[in-house]
């Protein structure tokens, strides 16, 4: 069975500051992967995914997301974060042939000044 | 891009009674949707795979008969909470797929439910 980790559940940035969130995942073959984040009381917005070719995948908002086979990771990064990037993000896993999306808990993103 | 709406956005009702959630594919035919709810400060939870004109497929531990999903055309979903109690006080939230990928799955912006 397909599982993501966040191990991350809050993390504080200072805007303008870089950010990095972290995803584990653990699946037996080539795994889709999802970012997605979540403004509050909002669905989903979906940032970015990988599902094979480059490794590093650029996303919307100036988000990227670096897929390595090694270390089952497929962490989120931003360079400069904006106060309106604080959210929740959530990493998902799903296989191809298989709709079915598994979300990691999610890590909550807070911007100070 | 692909858009999925949900309605209504927000509802309160009494313990007892039922609520109906639609879910609509709004420029794409959704020959799947999956119904998540999601406690506070928790991740999404899938409840139930549904494909248009087939009975939905449950998640281990949703009862099927509180939570009646149905998905009569390729551009709709309900969700209906039969006598919902204060415990199914959630956050739904729906997602409409395309094909046999998740690669094309689009997320409504949720139902918050608040049972009294």
């Known amino acids: 069975a397909q599982s993501v980790t966040q191990p991350d559940i809050h993390i504080t940035v200072s805007e303008g500051a870089s950010l990095e969130l972290r995803c584990n995942y653990s699946y037996g073959a080539t795994p889709y992967l999802f970012w997605y984040v979540q403004s509050p009381g909002q669905g989903l917005q979906l940032l970015l995914k990988y599902f094979s070719g480059d490794t590093l995948v650029q996303g919307i908002k100036g988000f990227e997301a670096e897929f390595k086979r090694s270390q089952s990771s497929f962490n989120l990064r931003k360079p400069s974060v904006h106060w309106s990037d604080a959210a929740e993000y959530f990493c998902?896993?799903?296989?191809?042939?298989?709709?079915?999306?598994?979300f990691g808990t999610g890590t909550r993103l807070t911007i100070i000044p | 891009g692909a858009v999925v709406s949900q309605h209504p956005s927000r509802v309160i009702c009494k313990s007892g009674t039922s609520v109906k959630i639609e879910c609509r594919s709004l420029d794409f035919q959704a020959t799947t949707m999956f119904w998540y709810r999601q406690f506070p400060k928790q991740s999404l939870m899938l409840m139930a795979t549904?494909?248009?004109?087939?009975?939905?497929?449950?998640e281990q531990g949703v009862e099927k008969d509180k939570f009646l999903i149905n998905h009569a055309s390729l551009t709709l979903s309900t969700l209906t909470v039969t006598s919902a109690h204060p415990e199914d006080s959630s956050f739904y939230i729906c997602?409409?797929?395309?094909?046999?990928?998740?690669?094309?799955?689009?997320f409504g912006p949720g139902t918050r439910l608040l049972v009294l």
């Open positions: 997602s409409g797929g395309q094909g046999a990928s998740v690669e094309t799955q689009y």
């Open positions: 549904s494909n248009e004109g087939s009975k939905a497929t449950y």
């Open positions: 998902a896993v799903g296989a191809n042939g298989n709709e079915k999306l598994t």
